[in-house]
């Protein structure tokens, strides 16, 4: 007697679907994710408050009377 193994044999086809629980539940993770971005990026939108304080953050632009300090993080962590 000859057993032969395709690529539809019973361990395969629970490893596949396996592999499309997991993708599906990652899926709906990231979906929420997305949602939660999307949320949030309207309101920043609309908030100049917000908008101002993300411009400046990551952008390091200022207002003209402003000064911007930079530290360095690993200069810190040295030191403790």
Same mark, same amino acid.
Request: aromatic share 16%; glycine share 0%; charged share 35%.
């Given at each position: 007697?000859?057993? %032969?193994?395709? *690529?539809?044999?019973?361990? *395969?086809?629970?490893?596949?679907? $396996? @592999?499309?629980?997991?993708? @599906?539940?990652?899926?709906?993770?990231?979906?929420? @994710?997305?949602?939660?971005?999307?949320?949030?990026?309207?309101?920043?939108?609309?908030?100049? %408050?917000?908008?101002?304080?993300?411009?400046?953050? @990551?952008?390091?632009?200022?207002?003209?009377?402003?000064?911007? !300090?930079? !530290?360095? $993080? *690993? !200069?810190?962590? !040295?030191? $403790?």
């Amino acid at each position: 007697m000859d057993v %032969v193994f395709d *690529s539809n044999d019973i361990p *395969s086809l629970l490893e596949r679907y $396996q @592999k499309l629980k997991e993708l @599906k539940t990652n899926t709906a993770y990231y979906n929420q @994710k997305i949602e939660a971005a999307k949320v949030e990026l309207e309101k920043h939108k609309t908030d100049p %408050v917000v908008y101002e304080r993300i411009v400046s953050e @990551k952008y390091y632009m200022k207002r003209d009377n402003e000064d911007i !300090f930079l !530290f360095d $993080q *690993s !200069f810190y962590m !040295f030191r $403790q």
